[in-house]
Nanobody, 115 residues
């Protein structure tokens, strides 16, 4: 499975972006999807998760602002990011997992939020 992330960019505080992660080589429906981010000098952190059963989890700092979704027909996962803040500046990565044997990462897309 190969993952191609896109949608990052430079925006001002309060604006929105939608990140996409296109998966090729396998159907998405059985996978758990995660979006991570890594800011300069910080550890990579989990931002949002969408399980294969449909449940979602968000880190506290993005609750109410970010929405993770998936379109299995398009083999694409999304992260809608609203009300962006400078603290959201990071490289964002998508990750797909299936059990303990399948684990795929996208290449990352840069999100920069200016104040």
């Amino acid at each position: 499975v190969q993952l191609q992330a896109s949608g990052g960019g430079l925006v001002q505080s309060g604006e929105s972006l939608r990140l996409s992660c296109l998966a090729s080589g396998s159907a998405l429906d059985l996978y758990t999807i995660r979006w991570f981010r890594q800011a300069p000098g910080k550890q990579r952190e989990l931002v949002a998760l969408f399980s294969s059963l449909g449940s979602t989890v968000y880190t506290d700092s993005v609750k109410g602002r970010f929405t993770i979704s998936r379109n299995n027909a398009k083999n694409t996962v999304y992260l809608q990011m609203n009300s962006l803040k400078p603290d959201d500046t990071a490289v964002y990565y998508c990750r797909l997992t299936l059990g303990s044997t399948r684990d795929y990462w996208g290449q990352g897309t840069q999100v920069t939020v200016s104040s």
